[in-house]
């Protein structure tokens, strides 16, 4: 998304305008990432035998407020109906990275690391941002430096892309993102301890 798609995410500038809406902002980053994973999925992954049907109803399902379960990743979701054995999974997620383009480091002790409370604490907006998205902070240093982590390449490069633009539309000093891949597990387990309701 470009600078001006973000503004549409914007309050209204009498109102508070640097007041995120992080539901209509996770929406459209689900969408876009949606659809950009199932046409690589479909060109490059074909033990995932998914079509347009898992995508209508996966973007049939949207973001809700703080407290209400989250839709999962796409392609999280791609894995879960394939049929596909859960031992195969970290194989297909290997494939995915690669023909994605994205050449985000793995991080496989990733689940280990501490949850950064101060920094979702201190950016609400944000990290409502992050829930709806499954995207986990790994490291916060305020002004300085994130590092966010998911199993999708697409999902956490668009979070990556849009977080400094917050940052910036707010006329903070805008961190420098940094994006990493980690396993299922280890993603699933970040999930739970850094978004549970």
């Known amino acids: 998304m470009d600078g001006a798609t973000i503004a549409l995410f914007q309050g209204d500038p ?3 305008g640097d007041k995120l809406d992080p539901k209509n902002l996770g929406q459209s980053i689900r969408k876009t990432v949606a659809q950009r994973t199932l046409a ?3 060109a490059h992954c074909p033990a995932l035998a998914i079509g347009e049907t898992l995508l209508r109803d996966y973007l049939s399902e949207e973001v809700c407020g703080a407290g209400c379960e989250v839709p999962e990743d796409f392609l999280s979701r791609a894995l879960s109906d394939s049929g ?9 997620l290997e494939q995915f990275a690669v023909a994605s383009g994205l050449r985000f480091p793995f991080l496989g002790f990733a689940d280990r690391m501490a949850v950064p409370i101060e920094f979702y604490t201190q950016e609400g907006d944000i990290a ?10 790994l490291q916060a240093e305020s002004g300085c430096f994130l590092t966010l ?15 400094p633009r917050i940052f910036r539309r707010r ?6 993102v940094f994006a990493v891949r980690t396993d299922f597990e280890g993603w699933h387990c970040l999930c739970q301890r850094h978004f549970a309701a």
């Open 40 to 42: 690589v999925v479909q």
């Open 84 to 92: 596909l054995p859960r031992h195969l999974w970290e194989r297909v």
């Open 14 to 16: 009498g109102e508070g």
């Open 171 to 176: 006329g903070l000093i805008v961190p420098v």
């Open 149 to 163: 982590a998911s199993i999708n390449p697409f999902t956490v490069d668009a979070l990556a892309s849009e977080i």
């Open 128 to 137: 409502e941002l992050c829930r709806l998205l499954r995207v986990p902070v």
